[in-house]
């Protein structure tokens, strides 16, 4: 197998920025003004990203490493007690650092599997493609570049054994409780029972440590969330100047938001094409939520989505958690 971009699947580059615009405009027109993050990783944004995974303050990289390093043989034990011949999905598998210990392992064990990586960054799985045969020359491999569900649906469609399902790296994070909740049952209906979804969630902890995870010294989350804007400048033709913006985190230790925000450092009109947006001073924007579990949250929400939860497997200091649910 070869990674290659499942064209016809993906959804084609026009209608990619008719969407972006749609999105944007709409967002920034509503009260209150929102950006969706899903738009941060551009090129420039998957960089940006890949960065703060080194910073620090961002303890949930080496935390998720921890685990999958450290717990990799309990980890598949895991697995194959809960199911038969399987093939690993990987939704937003990103650059895989952490998979690939999991990987490594399976094939040393010599576990008969095939890896689909699903990423909606075309950039991701054309890097995956460079390094996974020169790693891991014994792995069978196949990226679906696209949306999650029909990449999903693709996968299944491409392999006839059960299916174990990685969403790791928080990702869950980035939906609000409620969307999570439906984005877990929508994985369970393309689920059948022997298949088994390893999910990661960052977990409720001292707030300082989660603030500071997102509010950097180096300024890099900041420059994260600024490069939507340049995105927009680019690809909508917007008038944004960054110097107008502030990023400013926010964490309630009560509900486990953690919410990023933009705010205009002073009243001024942006023009996106024809379409004029008015900032007042200090309006946020609304941009990213990076929502945190404790466990019962997380077992509550297993339940809720239809699925059993099976094993937690945490790092050292309790912060994190990929948690084996079955079906
Ligand atoms: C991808 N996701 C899990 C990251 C998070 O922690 O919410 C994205 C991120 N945003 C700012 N820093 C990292």
Redesign the pocket.
Known sequence: FTILPVRGLSKAPATDRTTFREDVIRGLTGTPKRLD?KYFYDAVGDKL?QD?MQLPE?Y?TGCELEILSGQTREIIHAIQAHTGDFDLVELGAGDATKTRFLLRDLLDEGVDFTYFPIDISTNVIRSLEEYLPAELPALRYKGLNGEYFEMLRAAGALSRKHKVVLLM???I??FHPAEALQFCQAIREQLQPGDLLLIGF?LKKDPRVILE??NDRQGV?KA?NLNLLTRINRELGADFHLDDFEHFPTYDPLSGSCK?YLFSKRAHQVHIGKTVIDFEDNEPVYM?I?QKYSLQDAEQMALAAGFKPLVAFQDSRGWFADCLWGV
């Open positions: 993050s990203f703060i961002y949930l790296g928080a990702n994070g980035n960052d995870a997102y989350t994260f990023s990213e990076s």
